[in-house]
T-cell receptor, first 114, second 110 residues
Framework: DVKVTQSSRYLVKRTGEKVFLECVQD?????MFWYRQDPGLGLRLIYF???????EKGDIPEGYSVSREKKERFSLILESASTNQTSMYLC?????????????FGEGSWLTVV | QKEVEQNSGPLSVPEGAIASLNCTYS??????FFWYRQYSGKSPELIMS????GDKEDGRFTAQLNKASQYVSLLIRDSQPSDSATYLC??????????FGAGTQVVVTP
């Protein structure tokens, strides 16, 4: 089975802190994604990556950056956390053709910024 | 206008009844459509995919697609308390990206 592992399930950070959310997948997938999920807004794409060191902005990239130094690892970085970034963050991976039946999600990381 | 629209609910359904969920999308070129179920605090899990106009049945679930009307629906027959969850509609858009709706919360009441 494909496994997408998010290193932190629950985090509480202070406003202004730098936050790293790590994601690792074990199926040699080309694509990796970071979404955030808020009530009433569904999943919104922050960034995605289709190859090592490659990244593309999603729908809501402001306030975030990403890093993909190795194929299996995709990190989401909040340079200076703010309270409006309190959310649930989902990492996902897929093979080169992105499709709803080939995308695999991690368990989610719940971030609270105080 | 959002790419993928769903009623947020909650949709309250008596146990044993049919739950009907609707989804509309804006990109006429979309070819692939998906329904995910998400339990509270968990990640989404795929329950149905549909690519052609018409109905597709899988157990108690039926997906219906009408590309001319840009409409996809999900029916859950014989609803069970375990079906209580949020159901997300997702569409592959013309750029190949996966666009999600906001989700419909379903509550099955005993």
């Amino acid at each position: 089975d494909v496994k997408v592992t998010q290193s932190s399930r629950y985090l509480v950070k202070r406003t202004g802190e730098k936050v790293f959310l790590e994601c690792v997948q074990d199926m040699d997938h080309e694509n990796m994604f970071w979404y955030r999920q808020d009530p009433g807004l569904g999943l919104r794409l922050i960034y995605f990556s289709y190859d090592v060191k490659m990244k593309e902005k999603g729908d809501i990239p402001e306030g975030y950056s990403v890093s993909r130094e190795k194929k299996e690892r995709f990190s989401l970085i909040l340079e200076s956390a703010s309270t409006n970034q309190t959310s649930m963050y989902l990492c996902a991976s897929s093979p080169i053709v992105i499709s709803g039946n080939t995308i695999y999600f991690g368990e989610g990381s719940w971030l609270t910024v105080v | 206008q959002k790419e993928v629209e769903q009623n947020s609910g909650p949709l309250s359904v008596p146990e044993g009844a049919i739950a009907s969920l609707n989804c509309t999308y804006s990109d006429r070129v979309s070819q692939s459509f998906f329904w995910y179920r998400q339990y509270s605090g968990k990640s989404p899990e795929l329950i149905m995919s549909i690519y052609s106009n018409g109905d597709k049945e899988d157990g108690r679930f039926t997906a219906q697609l009408n590309k001319a009307s840009q409409y996809v629906s999900l029916l859950i027959r014989d609803s069970q308390p375990s079906d209580s969850a949020t159901y997300l509609c997702a569409v592959n858009d013309s750029w190949g990206k996966l666009q999600f709706g906001a989700g419909t919360q379903v509550v099955v009441t005993p």
